[in-house]
């Protein structure tokens, strides 16, 4: 078992974010994942599609843990387009991603309303996913941690038993779909600092929330980036919509998991 530290054995969590991929024609493909996360069950597999496939993926592959992408901070209301966390689980969701960097870019969500969103789901009695990660500028000019520990700070839910159903994501926005990768060193040192800050905020429930890596994941690198300490699972996109790609990916944890 790698994982040391602070760290106590944490269940090795693998999540594919399909973002705004895939039409029903795409079940076939998260059948096939379905089949292979079978396989695999020391190895927790997700998958968070558009919000039309979240029902039909659930009545399709019920071996999968299926989730949203993002979700509203109220219950419900006058907000056209929006789903609320409870809408999430009544179309069988299990978890939802809150703060992924394309919702804090392209629709200007600022930390205190991701910390909103990640209440309401875990209100609603959903797993969160929390996604931060710096800009390749904050990442040049030093500042990544920094920028991290800022959003953590913000963005983090409170109260009790969040930390129970909570997992971070450490998404760098200029690793995300671009073939980049961070250094190992990097992954390594910004996952400690995560981990820190987790330890402070919530006490001893706080070593038991996974931390993922995401961000240009791929057969090729996951077994590299996975066996980073306190590195627990990934947040993959691109890869994930490909099963024989995702695959690798599972497989490359369950190798580790095993070793
Ligand atoms: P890619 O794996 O396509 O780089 O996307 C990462 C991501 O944003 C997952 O949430």
New binding site residues.
Partial sequence: MKFTGHTMALRPYI???W?MNGTRAMLAEARAIGRVASRYPDIDVGL?PPFTLLHPMVEAVPELEVGGQDCHASVSGAFTGDISAAMLADAGARFT?VG???RRQFHGEGNEEVRGKAEAALAADLSVIL?VGETEVERDSGHAEAVVSAQLDGSLPRGQGAAAKLAI?Y?PVW?????RVPQVSDVAAMHRAIRAKLLAVYGEAGAGVRILY?????AGNAAELLAVDEVAGA??????LVAESFAAIINAANMLHDA
Avoid: F, Y
Wanted: charge should be negative; proline fraction near 0%.
């Fill in positions: 999540v594919g974010n973002k968070a991603i992924h960097s394309e996604c994501a998404e690793a995300i779909g671009t073939g995401g961000g240009s994941v791929n947040l993959v996109g691109g890869a994930s």
